[in-house]
Each structure stands twice: as C-alpha cells, then as structure tokens.
C-alpha cells in the first residue's frame, strides 16, 4: 500500500476524474488509514511504498505490478503522467528481496490482472495491451485468459471484477462476482462458462467501485456504499466489511485500486 500524501486530482485521465471539483487530501489519509488498519486487524501483513510527491496516483498500488512466485513483473503506464510509477514500484520490489522483470509492454499491473486460483484473468480495451498478456503468460507459466473491457468508466479488470475465492479448497471451485456491462459478449460467454455461480453486482453498486474489492476467501473487503453486493455476500457465507474511500473515488479507484497483492 501507498499513502496517499499527495492524492488530488489535478490531470483527468478517466471518467472518475475532475481536476476542476476540489479535493481532500487530508480526508483521503484518514479513509486510506481505516482501509490500512482493517488488514492490520485482519492480521496481514502490510507492506508500505514511500509515496513521492508529483504522483498523486501513486496511492493506487495495485498499478504498480503484478506479484507471484517472488517474481514481480512491473508496470508500464498508458499515460505519461503515471508513467514514473513504474520505476518507482519496481525500485522497491528489488530492495524488498522480489525478481524485478521489466515489461517490455504496456500494462497497469493488478488492475487488468487478477489471479483466480491458478489462471490469471487479463483485461484490455482501455489501458494494458493485450501483447502483455503473451509477456505474464511466458513469465508465470500460468493461463491467462483475455477479457475486452468495453466500458470507459470500469477501465480496469479490477473494476469490474471482484475475486471472491482466490485460493479455494481441494474439490472446491473458486468464484468471482462482476458486472455484465463492462464486457464484450464473447468476455461474458467465457465469464459464464467458468463461472456459472457468479455474483452478479448491479449497475448501482458498480457506480461506487464495489466491485474494486479485496477478499482473502472469507473477509471481503469492498466499499461500504455497496449495500446491494453486501447483502449477495452475506447470503454466499461471506464476511463483507464496508470501508468509505469516496474522497479516493474522485481519482477512480477503491479498496482493490489501493491494494497490491504480493505473493511469495
């Protein structure tokens, strides 16, 4: 995670952002600082990015790469004004012990990959290249399957898709919740083959970045404005915890946008 010391919204470069409406730095630390201390009092172990000022969207770790296997593979932004994330991330993967490899294509990291037991769910349409999903393939030796975001306002995989199970037991299935409108018809035909059980989380809910959400397979994470999703969680035996990030909402991002996952 990434304090945002620097959150404001001063460049416009998704539908979420308005340089023109005033932001809250302050009021974004202290909602950051509830998100922080509920993995803390779920008993993570949370790992702190020094944020730098001039990136205000630093705050978003889950750009920042994609972690499995002690590899981190590191991103490489669409947009010039995120572009000196990347070093930045991958500047602290190598001092933190991971194998630092540098994408050759543009990619944001955990916002368009999300691992669901042991297949990657890859997106693009809007910001990474579907040519970096050939690169995580070759890197991971994992599956990765390609999913075509269509809708400007869920610009990442992480938007529009909340991985509920991701390490599921032996015999089980894992299992995901998303929102039908942000994918092409061929997404969802492979979205509803691989997962027939899925939550299906309404327009309303999708609006205030519910599905931008963290589980572990039992506490799900997501935002507290999300009643419908939390109300379907409850019914599927799962632990939702509400947090508010609406002030981090004014950048376009969430609990998942502030969440990277580091995997050893």
Not at 21 to 39: F, G, I, M, N, R
Not at 183 to 201: M, T
Not at 213 to 227: L, M, P, T
Request: aromatic share 10%; proline share 7%; charged share 20%.
């Amino acid at each position: 995670m990434c304090r945002p010391d620097f959150f404001t919204v001063a460049y416009r470069i998704n539908p979420w952002m308005h340089p023109e409406d005033p932001t809250d730095t302050s009021l974004a630390v202290k909602q950051w600082e509830v998100l922080y201390k509920t993995y803390v009092d779920l008993g993570f172990d949370v790992q702190l990015v020094d944020p730098i000022d001039g990136l205000p969207d630093m705050v978003y770790a889950a750009n920042g790469g994609f972690v499995l296997d002690n590899i981190a593979y590191g991103a490489s932004f669409t947009y010039p004004e995120r572009q000196p994330e990347g070093p930045a991330y991958m500047d602290w993967f190598g001092a933190n012990g991971y194998e630092v490899r540098v994408p050759a294509n543009i990619n944001e990291g955990e916002g368009d990959f999300l691992l669901v037991d042991d297949v990657i769910l890859a997106g693009t349409g809007f910001r990474s290249a579907s040519n970096s999903h050939e690169e995580l393939a070759q890197i991971f030796g994992r599956p990765v399957i390609t999913l075509n975001l269509i809708n400007p306002s869920f610009y990442h995989l992480d938007t529009a898709i909340a991985v509920l199970d991701p390490s599921p037991a032996p015999g089980e299935s894992a299992n995901i919740a998303y929102l039908p409108s942000a994918f092409d018809e061929p997404s969802l035909e492979i979205l509803r083959e691989r997962y027939p059980d899925a939550i299906i989380v309404n327009e309303e809910d999708a609006a205030v970045l519910g599905l931008n959400s963290y589980s572990d397979g039992y506490n799900v994470v997501i935002a507290s404005r999300a009643k419908d999703f939390e109300r379907q969680l409850l019914d599927r035996g799962y632990n939702p915890i509400g947090v508010d990030l609406s002030e981090l909402l004014l950048g376009g991002g969430g609990v998942k946008c502030c969440t990277l996952e580091l995997r050893r």
